[in-house]
């Protein structure tokens, strides 16, 4: 008998729609033949209304444990104010330094359709205003921001190999006019960094004026590079360029742990509806498969996802009728074409 690599898979689902898109996600794997063990964790809203805590320290074991981890999505309530946000806190604590999020325009889908944009942002993921230090004095907040030199350099060096990799150019975002030191020190490193690649085309933009340029002009974009609380912003606008939050996949990548989750929410006002759109998680287990070094299943997966859209089985987010479980079942289909 052969011996097929059997992974071992932490699935994080989540609140809201993360459910929903996760079983999509997995189901998917499944028909299409990937061979995983899943070990289901808990984290998010509603683990904390049964347990507690948003992240149990059980779950952190369980994806340390596991060769990647799927995740869904969990609701922050903001109206909590000592209730950290589990995904951010997951991040922190395995150092799941990079979070890669791609961008690509599908024919005939969202404003753009008709351009070719495929944009990778490079957001850094541990550290700037999401280190959760900040205070209130009677009428004021404040909130601490940490930018690193170490932290800069990593996520810096990662989109400047994927640059030289691809021939791609590199575009290295900050707003140092204003906000210095912290974005001083990010565009110092981008500087010395650029110095290591010297075939790379690069540029640095403010971020405002990047928003701008990339609603007039998405497609002069290819590698983008950000600190945290930019690149959140940047990721939502993208994906307004690309036509929904609901098709956009991401990965988290650390030295030792990686987790692979859609870049939406938990989508309170459509959860429960079969409306969500569960094409970014699967986009996302298809980023998973490439990390495990599997490319074969990847690109099939890439492939029928590609073929769904085109043939118009959409959700409402992308003016279709279609529930979640009948583009899934659409991707199952597909995966033999
Ligand atoms: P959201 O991403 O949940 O939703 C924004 C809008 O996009 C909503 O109108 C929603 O219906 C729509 N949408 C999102 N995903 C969709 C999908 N797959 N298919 C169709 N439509 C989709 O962001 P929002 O509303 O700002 O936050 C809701 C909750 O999610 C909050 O508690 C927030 O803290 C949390 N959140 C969690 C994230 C995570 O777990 N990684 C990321 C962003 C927000
Ligand atoms: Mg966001």
């Known amino acids: 008998m052969n011996r097929i690599t059997r992974f071992n898979i932490a699935v994080v689902k989540g609140d809201g729609i993360g459910p929903e898109v996760i079983d999509s996600a997995i189901l998917v794997l499944d028909r299409l033949g990937f061979r995983a063990k899943y070990h289901v964790a808990e984290a998010g809203y509603a683990c904390y209304q049964n347990h507690g805590t948003p992240l149990p320290d059980e779950t952190i074991e369980i994806i340390k444990n596991c060769d990647a981890s799927l995740f869904g999505a969990v609701t922050t309530p903001a109206h909590i104010a000592e209730y950290p946000s589990a995904i951010v806190q997951l991040r922190q604590r395995l150092n799941l330094y990079a979070n890669l999020r791609p961008f690509k325009t599908y024919p005939g889908i969202g404003r753009y359709g008709d351009e070719s944009v495929h944009i990778l942002l490079f957001r850094e993921n541990t550290e700037d205003l999401y280190i959760g230090l900040g205070w209130r004095h009677e009428d004021q907040a404040y909130n601490l921001r940490r930018i690193s030199e170490a932290a800069s350099r990593r996520i810096l060096r ?43 085309k690069w540029q640095a933009e403010i971020v405002d004026s990047l928003c701008m340029k990339l609603v007039l002009y998405p497609d002069r974009y290819q590698v983008i590079v950000a600190p945290n609380f930019h690149g959140d912003i940047l990721s939502d606008l993208l994906a307004g360029v690309v036509g929904s939050l609901g098709l956009c996949p991401s990965a988290n990548i650390g030295e030792e742990c990686s987790l692979f989750e859609p870049v939406h929410g938990s989508a309170p006002d459509i959860a429960g509806q079969k409306k969500a759109n569960p094409i970014g998680a699967i986009l996302s287990a298809k980023l998973m498969l490439e990390h495990l070094g599997d490319s074969e299943l990847a690109k099939r997966l890439d492939q029928a996802v590609s073929r769904v859209i085109q043939s118009a089985v959409l959700t409402p987010d992308l003016g279709g009728t279609a529930t979640t479980q009948e583009v899934t079942n659409a991707v199952i289909s597909r995966l033999e074409d």
């Open 158 to 200: 990662m989109a400047f190999e994927h640059g030289v990799e691809n021939k791609l150019s590199v575009t290295v975002v900050h707003k140092a006019n204003v906000i210095k030191p912290s974005d001083v020190l990010f565009l110092e490193t981008a500087h010395k960094v650029a110095v290591e690649y010297p075939e790379v």
